[in-house]
Nanobody
């Protein structure tokens, strides 16, 4: 069984920073891409950032230059460092990882989501 768990959300003032971390655990054989999505109230889920196993990142335009995605393959973790946060970054942020486990071929596993609120 595989689990993906996020941590690090919270309330921050505009211009502030937060770090989100996602950890995958269980009967993992390998992890391919990992990433972060977000969903604000009344809006569709949006891709924020992805990172390949080799460490190549991709960002949505609205977070380029402010957010940084990184991963630690030895620890099966992915981190999203968010700087210069804006009120429009407020959303539930969810981690996704494409994981090959002992029981299944490559499949997407999602975390439960963590709330990020940017407000003064």
């Amino acid at each position: 069984q595989v689990q993906v768990v996020e941590s690090g959300g919270g309330l921050v003032q505009p211009g502030g920073s937060l770090r989100l971390t996602c950890a995958a655990s269980g009967s993992i054989v390998s992890i391919n891409g990992m990433g972060w999505y977000r969903q604000a109230p009344g809006k569709q889920r949006q891709l924020v950032a992805l990172i390949t196993r080799s460490g190549k990142p991709t960002y949505v335009d609205s977070v380029k230059g402010r957010f940084t995605i990184s991963r630690d393959n030895a620890k099966n973790t992915v981190t999203l460092q968010m700087n210069s946060l804006k009120p429009e970054d407020t959303a539930v942020y969810s981690c996704v990882a494409n994981i090959r486990s002992v029981a299944r071929g490559p499949s997407d596993y999602w975390g439960q989501g963590t709330q990020v609120t940017v407000s003064s």
